[in-house]
């Protein structure tokens, strides 16, 4: 069956990066987008972006432009997701989510991490 | 952006009782339009996708209808674990936008 785990709850200080790792497992790692979403405390859904673990490409969000950068690697089927120059507005609980059908919609969660940024 | 506009924003309901939760984009995505349930401290849930197909797994009593720009979830008839937040994506293009949410709770 399909599963996707995430790395465990951070603690960072404003201006640093985080590294949210997501491991893939019960299908082939190549044929499906990884995407990462994310959740303020209390809020909706945010959709930071996408990667394409076949090639590595990538689609992000135009607010994450130059702060996020989503890599993979297919040894481990991992996929990973940096994100740069912290702020609080940045404390949420990111999820990555494989894609259903290469379609954008997202048919497998990850269990979230939680990213605290605080001084 | 395509804006995705939920209502209502919350609702009560009781057991065995029918639900429908709308939502509407700001502009056409024809059938791009995927449903999700989220219960407190977990991630979301895909219910439906492409407007009106079910997700494996998911019981038959949530259905969805709609496209262009209107789009319907409905409960037939709502379960004691169907007490959640509901959202609306829409898949038309980039980015992938969500509504807001609409909180289902008990009457």
């Known amino acids: 069956q399909v599963q996707v785990v995430q790395s465990g709850a951070e603690v960072k200080k404003p201006g640093a990066s985080v590294k949210v790792s997501c491991k893939a497992s019960g299908y082939t790692f190549t044929t499906y987008y990884i995407h990462w979403v994310r959740q303020a405390p209390g809020q909706g859904l945010e959709w930071m972006g996408k990667v394409n673990p076949s090639g590595g490409s990538t689609s992000y969000a135009q607010k994450f432009q130059g702060r996020v950068t989503m890599t993979r690697d297919t040894s481990t089927s991992t996929v990973y997701m940096e994100l740069t120059s912290l702020r609080s507005e940045d404390t949420a609980v990111y999820y990555c989510?494989?894609?259903?059908?290469?379609?954008?919609?997202?048919?497998?969660w990850g269990q979230g991490t939680l990213v605290t940024v605080s001084s | 952006d395509i804006q995705m506009t939920q209502s209502p924003s919350s609702l009560s309901a009781s057991v065995g009782g029918r639900v429908t939760i709308t939502c509407r984009a700001s502009?056409?995505?024809?059938?791009?339009l995927n449903w999700y349930q989220q219960k407190p401290g977990n991630a979301p849930k895909l219910l439906i996708y492409?407007?009106?197909s079910l997700q494996s797994g998911v019981p038959s009593r949530f259905s969805g209808s709609g496209s262009g720009t209107d789009f319907t979830l409905t409960i037939s008839s709502l379960q004691p674990e169907d007490f959640a937040t509901y959202y609306c994506q829409q898949t038309y293009s980039i980015p992938p936008t969500f509504g807001q949410g609409t909180k289902v709770e008990v009457k």
């Open positions: 502009q056409s995505i024809t059938n791009y």
């Open positions: 989510a494989r894609d259903l059908r290469n379609s954008d919609c997202l048919g497998y």
């Open positions: 492409a407007a009106s």
